[in-house]
Nanobody, 122 residues
Framework: QVQLQESGPGLVKPSQTLSLTCTVSGDSITTNYYYWSWIRQTPGKGLEWMGAIGYGGVTCYSPSLKSRTSISRDTSKNQFTLQLSSVTPEDTAVYYC??????????????WGQGTQVTVSS
C-alpha cells in the first residue's frame, strides 16, 4: 500500500518561503513512470495543481506559480519537497502531495496524502 504524508509548518509569515515535505512509503519515488505532485486547495479557488517531479528528477510547474515554486527530492529518504517563496495570505490553503502514473502535469492521481493546512499570517 502506497502512503504519502505531508509535513511542515502550519504557519508562515508573509514574504517568507513555505517549505513542505512529502514522505512516501510503499513505493520508491524513482520507480519508472511515476510522477509526484503538489496540489493545494483554497476555499475560493478549489484544487490547484502546483507542480511535480518525475521518477528521473525532471520537474514541471504551473505557469501561474512557476516563478515562486521549486520542487526537489531526496531519494535517500524517499521524500520530495515543495518550496513556495514570497508567500502572501492568498497562499493560505490545504496542501496535498499525490502520485500519478501518466505524465508530469497530468491532473488525476491514484494516491494522495491527507493534506496539511498552511496559514500565511503575521
Amino acid at each position: 500500500q502506497v502512503q504519502l504524508q505531508e509535513s511542515g509548518p502550519g504557519l508562515v509569515k508573509p514574504s517568507q518561503t513555505l517549505s513542505l515535505t512529502c514522505t512516501v512509503s510503499g513505493d520508491s519515488i524513482t520507480t519508472n513512470y511515476y510522477y509526484w505532485s503538489w496540489i493545494r486547495q483554497t476555499p475560493g479557488k478549489g484544487l490547484e495543481w502546483m507542480g511535480a517531479i518525475g521518477y528521473g528528477g525532471v520537474t514541471c510547474y504551473s505557469p501561474s506559480l512557476k516563478s515562486r515554486t521549486s520542487i526537489s527530492r531526496d531519494t535517500s529518504k524517499n521524500q520530495f519537497t515543495l518550496q513556495l517563496s514570497s508567500v502572501t495570505p492568498e497562499d493560505t490553503a490545504v496542501y496535498y502531495c499525490a502520485r500519478n502514473r501518466v505524465a508530469c502535469d497530468f491532473r488525476a492521481y491514484d494516491y494522495w496524502g491527507q493534506g496539511t493546512q498552511v496559514t500565511v499570517s503575521s
